[in-house]
């Protein structure tokens, strides 16, 4: 049985054939990004972008894919593709092992994306992704906060716009509103926050979040699965439309 024959019973070949053809690009490859790029890959997506800037540490071992006690203090792009290439070996990888700024968009925006998944957490840099995709008319969607979350059944695709009990889709509503921004696909939780148990504090002194697999894994699911869905549906509902073709 060929490697993506189940997958063709869902799709149908040419449907498929046109997943083959798409290039998505995924901005960071935490708790969330990893299970999303994973489940791309497994889908049958031809090229995929890379993007995070950091290594994997040991506190990253209870939900990310990339995250093994052998993997500790490698580059997680280079972690990622490799897992990627042994799942499928003729799947067009590109990394960029580097940190998401306004000031060098550009570099981040030399190929074509049929499709961007914003999975990162600095706020100045996740918005300043969004307007770029939406002025190069680039279909996004954006991972709202899953942290401090413990029911993954709570989590929901929905306009910014509709999002409400996350602290973090506030303030992006408030951040994009300056740039003409008020609708955009995202992930988010209507749980409500659950406060640590105890304190950890950053180096920085800042409190650190609590996170678990289950629930940043399956918002990486339903990413990967709103983004197939919409690469192989006619039509077209997403906030912007992009004709360009991928690049390889």
Same mark, same amino acid.
């Given at each position: 049985?060929?490697?993506?024959?189940?997958?063709?019973?869902?799709?149908?070949?040419?449907?498929?054939?046109?997943?083959?053809?798409?290039?998505?690009?995924?901005?960071?490859?935490g708790?969330?990004?990893?299970?999303?790029?994973?489940?791309?890959?497994?889908?049958?997506?031809?090229?995929?972008?890379?993007?995070?800037?950091?290594?994997?540490?040991?506190?990253?071992?209870?939900?990310?894919?990339?995250?093994?006690?052998?993997?500790?203090?490698?580059?997680?792009?280079?972690?990622?593709k *490799?897992? &990627?290439?042994? =799942?499928n070996?003729n799947?067009? !990888?590109?990394?960029?092992?580097? #940190?998401?700024?306004p $000031?060098?968009?550009?570099?981040?925006?030399?190929?074509?994306?049929?499709?961007?998944?914003?999975?990162?957490?600095?706020?100045?840099?996740?918005?300043?992704?969004?307007?770029?995709?939406?002025?190069?008319?680039?279909?996004?969607?954006?991972?709202?906060?899953?942290?401090?979350?413990k029911?993954?059944?709570?989590?929901?695709?929905?306009?910014?716009?509709?999002?409400?009990?996350?602290?973090?889709?506030?303030?992006?509503?408030?951040?994009?509103?300056?740039?003409?921004? *008020?609708? &955009?696909?995202? =992930?988010?939780?209507?749980?409500? !926050?659950?406060?640590?148990?105890? #304190?950890?504090?950053? $180096?920085?002194?800042?409190?650190?979040?609590?996170?678990?697999?289950?629930?940043?894994?399956?918002?990486?699911?339903?990413?990967s699965?709103?983004?197939?869905?919409?690469?192989?549906?006619?039509?077209?509902?997403?906030?912007?439309?992009?004709?360009?073709?991928?690049?390889?």
């Amino acid at each position: 049985m060929e490697q993506f024959s189940r997958t063709r019973l869902i799709y149908g070949d040419k449907a498929f054939y046109e997943l083959q053809q798409k290039h998505i690009a995924i901005f960071g490859l935490g708790g969330v990004g990893s299970y999303a790029t994973e489940a791309l890959v497994r889908t049958g997506i031809g090229t995929i972008t890379l993007v995070d800037f950091d290594t994997v540490e040991k506190s990253n071992l209870n939900r990310q894919l990339p995250a093994l006690h052998s993997t500790l203090g490698q580059p997680k792009v280079e972690v990622v593709k *490799k897992r &990627l290439l042994d =799942i499928n070996p003729n799947i067009k !990888i590109h990394t960029l092992c580097k #940190k998401y700024t306004p $000031e060098e968009a550009d570099l981040f925006f030399e190929r074509n994306y049929d499709f961007v998944l914003d999975c990162i957490d600095m706020i100045p840099s996740k918005v300043d992704l969004i307007v770029q995709c939406v002025q190069r008319n680039i279909p996004i969607i954006s991972s709202m906060g899953t942290a401090n979350h413990k029911d993954p059944s709570k989590l929901q695709i929905s306009d910014l716009a509709k999002t409400h009990m996350c602290p973090l889709a506030k303030i992006m509503r408030k951040e994009l509103k300056q740039y003409g921004i *008020k609708h &955009l696909p995202v =992930i988010f939780s209507t749980e409500e !926050i659950c406060v640590p148990k105890q #304190k950890l504090l950053s $180096e920085s002194g800042k409190q650190i979040n609590g996170s678990l697999a289950f629930v940043t894994g399956t918002a990486g699911l339903l990413l990967s699965s709103y983004v197939i869905n919409k690469l192989t549906d006619n039509n077209e509902t997403s906030v912007t439309n992009h004709n360009n073709k991928s690049d390889t």
